[in-house]
């Protein structure tokens, strides 16, 4: 499928900074380190390359490493997929030897709707959450762009999740304790299957975990033009993905929020939302602005914004102490929204 060249020059948007945000100084230390020459962006002409470099880069682990010799028990499941459409891949994995109902984390990678995978994310959400929480973890591999375009990947997540919990009695979980989650692109499809859900009468989570969120296909904020040609993700490469999702849909003023949740004008009767992003990032603006347009329907979000983060900035510098503080924060988020308020405790928090 032919992705439409970007067109980033054509957004209205306010005149960029003349000073960007700077770095900070650990975080950028490790970017320079694995930096080969100049940053590449995201172009329709090399969509293709990103995607088999991605491929190379991220592979998917076994279903045996991810057991991580018996310490989880994990399993791959084919559920039936949007009506119609072909059936939906779901990682599931829990801590061995726990009964339940468990409750669920239900997570979308990130990748810019164009790559990741399911597997691939476990590990570490095992380690820091599923461990520590005593969660269960059901990861969807959704379609990805420009193959499928919108709505096919929001669609998976959404048969996904409504499999997931009306089977809560097979899988030993706990159907009014599912969180659903991601980062980046997963964040994004986590705060459109948030909407979605809500306005089909569909499953109800008990929180969202937007992490750097892809929210917003406009490209109009003060942060994506400020950002321009610096960091891990720039507006070409913004443009192009989402392009890469909502096609000839790219840029209409009818685009339905669930395609991008920054469009939604009702944010009300949503479940509590954690939503963080970087100070030295793109989605910086539009991650604030959904956080106080959240408020401001009543709800309820916790905001934070990391001081000189770029995008993604604690998977590439995962041992950074801010990395390190954003994780223990997302952990403490998880810990109280999971426990009741008279019987909470702080979890032993350690850095990874």
């Known amino acids: 499928m032919t992705v439409p060249s970007a067109r980033p020059e054509s957004v209205s948007a306010p005149a960029p900074k003349a000073v960007p945000p700077r770095f900070d100084p650990e975080l950028d230390a490790v970017l320079t380190a694995l930096s080969k020459g100049p940053r590449q962006s995201l172009t329709p002409d090399n969509l293709h390359a990103w995607q088999e470099r991605d491929a190379t880069a991220r592979p998917r682990p076994a279903v045996e490493d991810l057991r991580a010799d018996g310490r989880f028990d994990v399993t791959e499941l084919l559920v039936p997929g949007p009506p119609g459409e072909p059936d939906v891949t779901l990682v599931s994995a829990r801590p061995s030897g726990l009964t339940g109902p468990l409750p669920l984390l239900y997570y979308m ?64 979980i706990d159907p009014d304790r599912i969180i659903i989650g991601g980062k980046s692109a997963g964040g994004g499809l986590a705060a459109a299957l948030a909407l979605l859900a809500r306005d089909r009468g569909g499953p109800r989570a008990l929180g969202q975990l937007l992490l750097c969120p892809m929210l917003d296909d406009r490209n109009s904020t003060f942060s994506s033009h400020q950002m321009t040609g610096l960091g891990t993700w720039d507006l070409t490469s913004n443009a192009t993905a989402w392009q890469a999702l909502l096609g000839a849909r790219y840029g209409a003023e009818d685009l339905p929020p669930y395609a991008a949740p920054s469009r939604a004008t009702d944010l009300s009767g949503l479940p509590p939302a954690y939503i963080d992003v970087g100070s030295a990032e793109m989605f910086r603006d539009e991650g604030v602005a959904y956080a106080n347009a959240i408020w401001q329907a009543g709800g309820e979000a916790e905001l934070h914004v990391w001081p000189g983060a770029y995008h993604g900035f604690d998977s590439i510098a995962p041992e950074a102490a801010l990395s390190r503080e954003a994780r223990n924060t997302r952990t403490r988020w998880l810990q109280r929204l999971l426990t009741p308020s008279h019987t909470r405790t702080d979890p032993a928090v350690t850095p990874f």
């Open 109 to 172: 990678h990130g990748g810019a709707m164009i790559m990741g995978n399911a597997w691939s994310v476990l590990p570490r959400i095992l380690r820091e959450w599923a461990a520590a929480l005593e969660l269960a973890v059901i990861s969807v591999e959704y379609r990805l762009a420009p193959h499928a375009q919108y709505p096919h990947p929001l669609e998976d997540c959404y048969a996904g999740l409504s499999w997931a919990a009306g089977h809560a009695a097979e899988l030993d």
